[in-house]
């Protein structure tokens, strides 16, 4: 498991606070891996999902940091996100 995939999930089980999601989403991190997000909580994984997002390393990075806006990302073609849409949203208000 790469480095950040290792703190991705670490960092989503920590936000989720064990709670799940319904649902399922795949953050596909361009060139390092796939997190998975489900009822389970965040786990590495390439299984297919409800929701899949896609960003480089760095920007999602940056969505764990804090420090670029999930919404702001996705308008500038930062986070491309295929699947289901309300999902995703409600993903956002873990990130954010």
Avoid: H, W, Y
Avoid at 5 to 16: D, E, H, Y
Avoid at 20 to 26: A, E, K, P, Q
Avoid at 34 to 56: F, K, L, Y
Wanted: aromatic share 4%; hydrophobic share 45%; net charge negative.
């Amino acid at each position: 498991m790469s480095d950040i995939i290792a703190s991705a999930v670490k960092a989503l089980n920590t936000r989720l606070d064990g709670e799940g999601l319904d649902g399922s989403v795949r953050f596909v991190i361009e060139d390092a891996g796939s997190v998975r997000i489900d009822e389970n909580g965040a786990t590495e994984s390439e299984a297919e999902a409800d929701c899949t997002m896609t960003a480089s390393a760095d920007t999602f990075q940056g969505i764990l940091d804090g420090e670029v806006s999930p919404t702001a990302a996705f308008m500038s073609g930062k986070l491309k996100v295929d699947g289901d849409m309300g999902l995703a949203m409600k993903l956002g208000n873990v990130l954010a």
